[in-house]
């Protein structure tokens, strides 16, 4: 089966790095999504990977590794707007996007 | 910028009553999605659509039904509630589902079944 694995809570410190790992197990790889979601919120788009490396988006970086089948977001100078979840989604070789339950961040001060 | 609009957002309904969502998009994408969300689980494709006029089945299809009549709406059904139903439904859309593909989501609807 296809398995999207998530921490499912941490806590950091405002001012401080932190970073969510998610590791997959897929059928096919067609890229990675990670996405924000505030309570009772929609997601909203935060990254996508589909080679390895990383990119980096202001205070947010995204690293993928194919042949480990993992990734991580990288979250740093971390403000109490952060405060939210995290999710991971895997593009499958069907092209159909396989979700993690999510990591809930929590910041404080 | 209305973006992707859901109605309603919160409705309770009573175990065999029957309800649709709707969702309206305004970006001129062509594929849609509707989802569900529950507590510790990641998001559930229900249906999708990756045209006006077609629709497919999703991980989880089972109790609803969809239609795409119209490139910019995508209705969700549920014929015969059951609590089973009760969850967070988001609608998404996006220009092409086989490229990088970032969804656009609706604010979801909260929907209750006693």
């Known amino acids: 089966g296809q398995n999207i694995d998530q921490p499912t809570e941490m806590t950091a410190t405002e001012g401080a790095i932190v970073q969510i790992n998610c590791t997959y197990q897929?059928?096919?790889?067609?890229?990675l999504f990670w996405y924000q979601q505030h309570a009772g919120e929609a997601p909203t788009f935060l990254s996508y990977n589909v080679l390895d490396g990383l990119e980096e988006k202001g205070r947010f970086s995204s690293f993928l590794s194919r042949s480990k089948g993992y990734s991580y977001l990288l979250l740093k100078e971390l403000q109490m707007k952060d405060s939210a979840s995290y999710l991971c989604a895997v593009k499958d070789s069907n092209y159909q996007l396989i979700w993690g339950a999510g990591t809930k961040l929590i910041i404080k001060p | 910028n209305a973006g992707v609009t859901q109605t309603p957002k919160f409705r309770v309904l009573k175990t065999g009553q029957s309800m649709t969502l709707l969702c309206a998009q305004d970006?001129?994408?062509?594929?849609m999605y509707w989802y569900r969300q529950d507590p510790g689980m990641g998001l559930r494709l229900i249906h999708y659509s990756v045209g006006e006029g077609t629709t497919a089945k999703g991980e989880v299809p089972d109790g609803y039904n969809v239609s795409r009549l119209k490139k910019q709406n995508f209705l969700l059904g549920l014929e015969s509630a059951a609590p089973s139903q009760t969850s967070v439904y988001f609608c998404?859309?996006?220009?092409?589902?086989?490229?990088?593909?970032?969804?656009?989501f609706g604010e979801g609807s909260r929907l209750t079944v006693l």
């Open positions: 970006m001129n994408h062509e594929y």
């Open positions: 998404a859309s996006t220009e092409g589902g086989a490229h990088t593909g970032e969804l656009f």
């Open positions: 897929t059928s096919g790889f067609n890229g």
